[in-house]
């Protein structure tokens, strides 16, 4: 029974931490850096023992962590098995090591984006369901290549109610080690001229899912 109600209480408090995120642009950093470590704010703030409302306001970035004592970084730390000046520096955009970019794959992406615009959907679709490339990046060890047609490939089925393709499930279940960003972003980031809350509030969740950010595939100049 204590299972039971255990499990429940996880669901709530991960579920509460979902809507309040979906509510408002507070898809922040720690969110990131919960997620590049498989662990959800449930567990965060029972290993932590920080109070719920306490979390909420650093989750949401509601709590300047500058102004946090070294008490509360050091339990926070301390659940997230970091050093206290390495999540000080994640948590205040000094370290972005969650993220990448890749000036290729920004060129690459555009390329895809141009021609889906000049084909449209089911010549597109035609074209990339025939030609392999999504294997073909994936075996070349193009990763972000690949994960990024083939999300592209089923939000296009999605959106014409096809069936998604099932010879590539193996790579569906795939996912980037770091959140592969546009340049451009990389570059706000690093001058602290934009906030992960916007790109994760724009983000396309089937490009989310493997730790891509794309907002919008339609008329891209």
Do not use: G, W
Not at 25 to 45: G, T
Not at 155 to 172: H, S
Not at 191 to 201: F, T
């Amino acid at each position: 029974m204590n299972n039971k109600n255990n499990h429940l209480e996880e669901m709530l408090i991960n579920l509460y931490y979902f809507n309040r995120s979906l509510c408002r642009p507070n898809i922040y950093m720690l969110r990131a850096l919960l997620e590049s470590k498989n662990m959800s704010a449930y567990k965060l703030e029972k290993s932590s023992h920080i109070s719920h409302a306490t979390l909420m306001d650093l989750y949401n970035e509601k709590t300047n962590i500058e102004k946090c004592s070294s008490s509360l970084l050091h339990k926070l730390a301390a659940s997230l098995n970091m050093k206290m000046d390495d999540l000080y520096k994640v948590l205040t955009y000094e370290d972005l090591s969650l993220f990448t970019c890749n000036k290729n794959f920004d060129l690459y992406k555009s390329f895809l984006l141009q021609e889906l615009n000049e084909l449209k959907d089911n010549a597109f679709l035609k074209k990339y369901l025939t030609n392999n490339e999504v294997e073909d990046n994936f075996k070349n060890k193009k990763y972000e290549c690949s994960l990024y047609l083939l999300s592209l490939i089923d939000y296009l089925c999605i959106r014409n109610n096809l069936p998604l393709v099932k010879n590539y499930e193996y790579i569906r279940e795939y996912k980037l080690d770091k959140i592969v960003v546009p340049e451009s972003v990389f570059i706000l980031f690093r001058y602290k001229k934009a906030k992960v809350s916007q790109i994760y509030k724009e983000c396309m969740p089937i490009f989310k899912q493997h730790n891509i950010i794309e907002a919008k595939i339609d008329d891209v100049a």
